[in-house]
């Protein structure tokens, strides 16, 4: 199959899939029905075969929002979106890097399926409008009101950090140290007063159901944890420098939110569903 548009553009479609989804395991499944289907379609009608796949993932991930919506109201405890595993180098296109993070991925969960599916595919992949518009079944004047909605609805919750990879490792790295030492002046030295803890257990792991706000207490929380049988690697997941642990009571996975050398925000995901693929690295693109 060498040349085959799917195979050539695999990564972008993944990529669309998964900033649709929030979750690689059903952003895989989204490319296999593509897939199934695209082997069905006569290539000699296809001008576009890059946007024409772009589409097709598209519908089939509206398809799987949808049908996903009632397992989401009833998860238990806070929803995180599924970490991947990402070469370093993902961070050299800020761009991309920022639209995968955690951070971001929970911004577009507050958005409804159309929304997000049009904020992607014109905010992030620059698509035109009119094949927005064919991807998601609205008028091209529908998709521009539906963008500029979207749009201010992620505005108002994006959060506004300028971050270089190398100091956000740093933070990254001084977290790490703190969270072995298990002091609470140590960690509370890193946060900043009104950082959050997120967490997300899926009810499988014993984690917070809901976001534990403020300092003292994040790093109160932190510190009683029991770390002395525990593995922790520094890892880039979601195009940042995040933290894998692996202890007996399974494996987790941790992003930070850095601002002014600070951590504001901590999301920390010990559902095992969600941790299958964290040892294989994820190719995204743009």
């Known amino acids: 199959m060498t040349g085959d548009p799917f195979v050539a553009h695999r990564s972008l479609l993944f990529t669309v ?23 069905d379609v ?6 576009d075969p890059r946007a024409y796949l772009v589409r097709a993932v598209t ?31 993902v961070a050299d296109d800020v761009e991309l890097a920022e639209n995968v993070s955690i951070a971001m991925l929970t911004v577009l ?4 399926p159309v929304e997000r599916a049009v904020f992607v595919l014109r905010e992030v992949f620059d698509m035109p409008h009119d094949e927005v518009a064919e991807a998601v079944g609205r008028t091209p ?11 201010s609805h992620v505005a108002a ?20 140290a703190a969270l072995h030492t298990g002091r609470v002046q140590d960690l509370l030295e890193i946060m900043a ?12 792991t014993a984690a917070a159901l809901a976001p534990v706000h403020g300092a003292e207490l994040v790093a109160t929380m932190l510190a009683g944890t029991e770390r002395r049988e525990s593995e922790t690697v ?21 992003s930070l939110l850095v601002e002014n050398g600070r951590i504001t925000r901590i999301y920390a995901t010990s559902n095992p569903q969600k941790l299958t693929r964290i040892d294989k690295p994820t190719d995204l693109t743009r």
């Open 42 to 47: 006569d290539r000699s009608q296809v001008r």
């Open 109 to 112: 969960e507050t958005l409804g």
């Open 17 to 39: 899939a998964y900033e649709m989804l929030g979750s690689a395991a059903d952003a895989e499944d989204v490319l296999q029905e593509t897939w199934l289907r695209w082997a």
């Open 193 to 204: 007063p009104d950082v959050v803890l997120v967490a997300d257990g899926g009810g499988f």
């Open 59 to 89: 519908r089939q991930a509206l398809n799987r929002i949808r049908a996903l919506s009632r397992r989401r109201e009833d998860y238990v405890g806070e929803w995180l979106p599924e970490p991947v595993l990402t070469h370093p180098d």
């Open 141 to 151: 004047v529908a998709v521009r009101q539906i963008a500029r909605r979207a749009r």
């Open 157 to 176: 919750r994006q959060p506004r950090v300028d971050v270089s990879p190398v100091e956000h490792k740093a933070v990254m790295d001084r977290f790490l």
């Open 234 to 254: 520094l890892v880039w997941l979601n195009g940042a420098p995040a933290i894998r642990i692996r202890s007996a009571g399974g494996p987790a996975a941790v």
